[in-house]
């Protein structure tokens, strides 16, 4: 079998970095992305300071032209890709009531989780095609299921939902061509986004999407999980 290549989206910090970290570590060659160029060669030199195999590529995902840059420099230098994971994500409302806040907020929380996932995932399936091997892991959050709904947290919500709605679709399109595409909530994780408080470290918080970008040929698809568990949508 030939060593796999794996995408990571935000990588500089938080859940991304430790995705990469683990992803790495089973001897898979991994490209950690970042908007931020100097953090992200910092963090992928971090990695390297472990032994770890991890290129850095700069990645904005709102860019379409640094998508396309991302996936013809892959083509060209590594001939594959594997491995995707949609990490990357912004929470703009936090806990503010949906009524506080402007419309245009719920655009730019579908800009980023949403559509520039989706161009990730439209540019990411045709390489992944030509060897039919291909695993998307999705980050959504248990606040995306609707029996999880309360009165905050709008465009985060709004765009994870989509975000598992994007999961389901291109997984049925692929279905026949050993690319699996799931959604997964990682936990409560301690990191930027997560806060102090948070119940799981990046570390368990990072196992279930590496899991699920590991999963055997014939593995579940189109799903959602809650770490390593199936859960309904
Ligand atoms: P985080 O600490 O806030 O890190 C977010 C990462 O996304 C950063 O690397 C950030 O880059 C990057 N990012 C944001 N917009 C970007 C863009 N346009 N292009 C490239 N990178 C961009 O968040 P986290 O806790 O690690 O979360 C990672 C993922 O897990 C997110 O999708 C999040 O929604 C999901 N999640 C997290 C939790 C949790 O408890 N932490 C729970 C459920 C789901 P910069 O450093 O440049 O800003």
Same mark, same amino acid.
């Given at each position: ?5 794996? !995408?990571? @989206?935000?990588? /500089?910090?938080?859940? $991304?970095? &430790?995705?990469?970290?683990? =992803?790495? #570590?089973? +001897?898979?060659?991994? !490209?950690? @992305?970042?908007? /931020?160029?100097?953090? $992200?060669? &910092?963090?992928?030199?971090? =990695?390297? #300071?472990? +032994? ?9 995902i709102t ?52 559509c520039s ?117």
């Open positions: 079998m030939e060593r796999r290549t794996a !995408i990571v @989206t935000g990588g /500089n910090r938080g859940l $991304g970095f &430790e995705i990469c970290r683990q =992803l790495a #570590g089973q +001897g898979i060659q991994t !490209i950690l @992305t970042a908007r /931020n160029p100097h953090q $992200g060669r &910092e963090a992928a030199e971090r =990695l390297q #300071g472990e +032994g770890l195999d991890v290129l850095f590529h700069p990645l904005d860019d379409s032209q640094q998508i396309q840059e991302l996936m013809a420099h892959l083509s060209s230098r590594l001939g594959r890709l594997d491995i995707l994971i949609n990490n990357a994500g912004i929470y703009l409302d936090r806990h503010r009531p949906a009524l506080s806040i402007a419309p245009d907020l719920i655009a730019r929380a579908i800009q980023t989780d949403v996932t989706f161009a990730l995932c439209q540019a990411a399936i045709p390489i992944m095609r030509t060897h039919q091997y291909g695993r998307i892991v999705n980050l959504s959050s248990r606040t995306s299921r609707m029996e999880q709904m309360n009165n905050a947290g709008l465009t985060y919500k709004i765009s994870k939902a989509a975000l598992n709605v994007i999961t389901v679709v291109l997984s049925r399109e692929v279905a026949t061509e050993n690319i699996l595409i799931n959604a997964v909530n990682p936990g409560w994780v301690k990191t930027d986004m997560g806060g102090k408080d948070a119940t799981r470290s990046p570390k368990e918080g990072a196992e279930g999407p590496v899991w699920l970008a590991t999963l055997p040929d014939g593995g579940p698809t189109g799903c959602f999980f809650n770490g390593r568990d199936r859960q309904s949508w």
